[in-house]
């Protein structure tokens, strides 16, 4: 069982290139969500999927497209990117929307 | 506007040495407030949730409290590993379930 799963781990990116980051959960959540954590700063909410088939924008989506690609998959787009994106991403999912986020490990991105 | 405090931003103790973190929140209703322990390069693990004031939760040497406006996150005879970034996070009634984040203490534990 191995929670939740993020790839890749770490990315290097030029301005303007476009990538994907990968999440999976195993433990049967319905709801998932997608952060980002900047120094100083708390995680912030860019999307999350409260079921599969939906989606919706947290506080901070602009820059960010994101698929729920069936009921364990939840996929986050940066089709151009931007220094300012420079983060680390967090996937986080739960049992529904009232209950407890799991996190998973993190992808560091660097945008050049 | 729903705001997270957490004071101090870091706190470095000896091993054996009690403390105790603060969370303080403003939310419109809360509905949870939230701890995790999040490791270098790792991502947030959860500790515990707590719904009312008066409600107290305990795990090893750590106890954390609420009240209706803060939290405590009260750390007894530490050791070197609970050296870590604690992070505090409250949910307020809405449309959804968006916690809101602090910025998390910094503990550094040293034998």
């Known amino acids: 069982n191995a929670g939740v799963t993020q790839t890749p781990k770490f990315q290097v990116l030029k301005t303007g290139q476009s990538m994907t980051l990968q999440c999976a959960q195993d433990?049967?959540?319905?709801?998932m969500y997608w952060y980002r954590q900047d120094p100083g700063m708390g995680l912030r909410l860019i999307y999350y999927?409260?079921?599969?088939?939906?989606?919706d924008k947290g506080e901070v989506p602009n820059g960010y497209n994101v698929s729920r690609l069936n009921k364990r998959e939840f996929s986050l787009r940066l089709e151009s990117a931007a220094p300012s994106q420079t983060s680390v991403y967090f996937c986080?999912?739960?049992?529904?929307?009232?209950?407890?986020?799991?996190f998973g490990p993190g992808t560091r991105l660097l945008v050049l | 506007e729903d705001q997270v405090t957490q004071s101090p931003e870091a706190l470095r103790l000896q091993e054996g040495e009690s403390s105790s973190l603060n969370c303080s929140y403003t939310?419109?209703?809360?509905?949870?407030l939230f701890w995790y322990r999040q490791d270098p390069g790792k991502g947030p693990e959860f500790l515990f949730t707590?719904?009312?004031a008066g409600e107290e939760k305990e795990k090893e040497r750590l106890k954390a409290t609420l009240t209706k406006k803060e939290s405590f996150l009260h750390i007894t005879a530490p050791k070197p590993e609970d050296s870590a970034t604690y992070l505090c996070?409250?949910?307020?009634?809405?449309?959804?379930?968006?916690?809101?984040f602090g910025a998390g203490t910094r503990l550094a534990v040293h034998p």
């Open positions: 986080a999912s739960s049992g529904d929307p009232q209950e407890t986020q799991y």
């Open positions: 433990m049967n959540h319905n709801s």
């Open positions: 999927s409260a079921s599969e088939g939906t989606t």
């Open positions: 939310v419109s209703g809360l509905r949870g």
């Open positions: 707590l719904y009312s």
């Open positions: 996070a409250v949910r307020a009634s809405g449309g959804y379930n968006k916690l809101i």
